[in-house]
């Protein structure tokens, strides 16, 4: 499972473009600390890269205080992609998309 997963998976990296859009997830509806406006950022960096493949994709952050709110997770719908706050429900996600049988 750890090799279709890791196949699947894509770690995103943080660039000065990332930094620089961050500030705008600091303010307006979004409201996020630096570091957690970072991660967003980079997220939709990603995510809106042209050069990725279009498929449903799925944010897996256990921090549900700052990135459950209703703004992000209409944005992050926008772009295909769905927010899962904890591991149980990102891996049955991810094992619904490979196929593969729970445990």
């Known amino acids: 499972?750890?090799?279709?997963?890791?196949q699947c998976s894509d770690v995103v990296p943080?660039?000065?473009?990332?930094?620089a859009r961050a500030e705008t997830f600091q303010r307006g509806d979004f409201d996020l600390h630096f570091s957690d406006a970072v991660v967003l950022a980079s997220v939709m960096t990603h995510l809106e890269d042209a050069s990725q493949p279009r498929r449903d994709s799925f944010f897996l952050n256990r921090n549900k205080n700052d990135f459950a709110s209703t703004p992000i997770k209409n944005v992050?719908?926008?772009?295909?992609?769905?927010?899962?706050t904890t591991f149980d429900g990102g891996l049955e996600a991810i094992q619904d998309v490979l196929g593969a049988a729970p445990g």
């Open 14 to 19: 943080v660039s000065g473009e990332v930094i």
């Open 76 to 84: 992050l719908k926008q772009r295909h992609c769905e927010l899962k």
């Open 1 to 6: 499972m750890r090799t279709r997963l890791l």
